[in-house]
């Protein structure tokens, strides 16, 4: 078996090792949501009986709801047709990325560091029919719906997040994990000692926030991006946690904003000799949305100039 072979082979095990502690979240999530489901009916049966309670016309009050809610769809409706597809559409910036990252890395090895492209990247979802259209690429069953996939091309990955809840009801029922992606990096350290290993992420998506809250609702809706990074020899070091790389949340707003950067990720280990090892960059793509009306995406997915690239992983030793 070729050392190529080899690094496959242990970087597949490895993500199924790892998706197994998603799907682990994907079950206990839905005997959370089953159990849900329950007291969320026991309360909405105690709030309409209060408000009868006042002598409050229910069949009016619902005929109110539903009124609103109609209201709130056809405008949702009407403003993700106006404003979304100027950011689904735009240009993409993919060779103004290799430009950038030519130059770092052609600086980065003259100062004696080792530049090297992804091997692999892969993305989990609890529900796979929502990314099965990003690539139509072959994804590997998990429980429920839920699934992961090695993209083709590792240097370039599609995954978003949408959530909407199209009634008037102010909790989220939302009990799912949020999709991941992560990128893999392999190399075998010549010298035993400590390493420095930076990985460069660009990323190139948007997101879209609506909802408008007032004294007798309560509509919000966020967007958030984290990542944390592992080095794997013979085992996992533990995951490093970074400053989430965009965290907003409104309460009243109508916004599509585009997100272009480039973040460096690094992180520091002992590496033994001889041995192979994997750096993996994990990120979570979360949109989160209460109230009718309420809406949230981010998205690293649409059109040709939304998706998460990988630049290389810079190593030195230290």
């Not at 009868?52 to 016309?57: T, Y």
């Not at 008037?168 to 190399?187: G, S």
Request: aromatic letters at 12%; hydrophobic letters at 40%.
């Amino acid at each position: 078996m070729t050392s190529h072979d080899d690094a496959e082979r242990r970087l597949r095990e490895l993500t199924e090792s790892r998706f197994k502690d998603y799907a682990a979240e994907v079950l206990a999530a839905k005997s959370w949501a089953d159990h849900d489901a329950s007291k969320q009916a026991a309360r909405e049966k105690r709030r309409r009986d209060f408000v009868a309670s006042l002598g409050i016309d229910l069949k009016k009050f619902d005929a109110g709801l539903e009124k609103d809610d109609r209201a709130q769809e056809a405008e949702l409706k009407s403003f993700l047709a106006e404003f979304r597809a100027k950011s689904a559409t735009r240009r993409p910036l993919r060779a103004a990325d290799a430009r950038a990252a030519a130059l770092r890395s052609e600086v980065l090895a003259e100062s004696g560091h080792m530049v090297l492209p992804a091997a692999a990247s892969s993305i989990f979802a609890a529900d796979k029919a929502l990314l099965t259209d990003i690539g139509g690429l072959e994804w590997i069953n998990g429980p429920i719906n839920s699934g992961w996939v090695f993209p083709d091309d590792p240097s370039l990955i599609r995954i978003k997040d949408s959530e909407h809840y199209p009634n008037a009801l102010c909790w989220d029922n939302r009990q799912t994990p949020y999709p991941e992606f992560a990128t893999h990096f392999t190399f075998t350290p010549a010298e035993t000692g400590t390493y420095e290993m930076t990985a460069v992420l660009a990323f190139h998506g948007f997101y879209v926030l609506r909802c408008d809250d007032s004294w007798w609702n309560c509509r919000d809706a966020g967007v958030r991006l984290t990542v944390q990074t592992n080095v794997h020899q013979y085992a996992d070091i533990g995951w490093k946690d970074f400053p989430a790389l965009l965290d907003v949340e409104k309460d009243n707003t109508e916004e599509v904003t585009n997100f272009d950067r480039t973040f460096f990720l690094d992180t520091t280990t002992q590496l033994r000799a001889g041995d192979p090892v994997i750096v993996t960059a994990k990120g979570v793509v979360q949109a989160y949305a209460h109230g009718g009306g309420a809406y949230a995406e981010l998205n690293f997915a649409d059109g040709t100039a939304n998706y998460v690239y990988p630049l290389f992983l810079s190593v030195q030793q230290v």
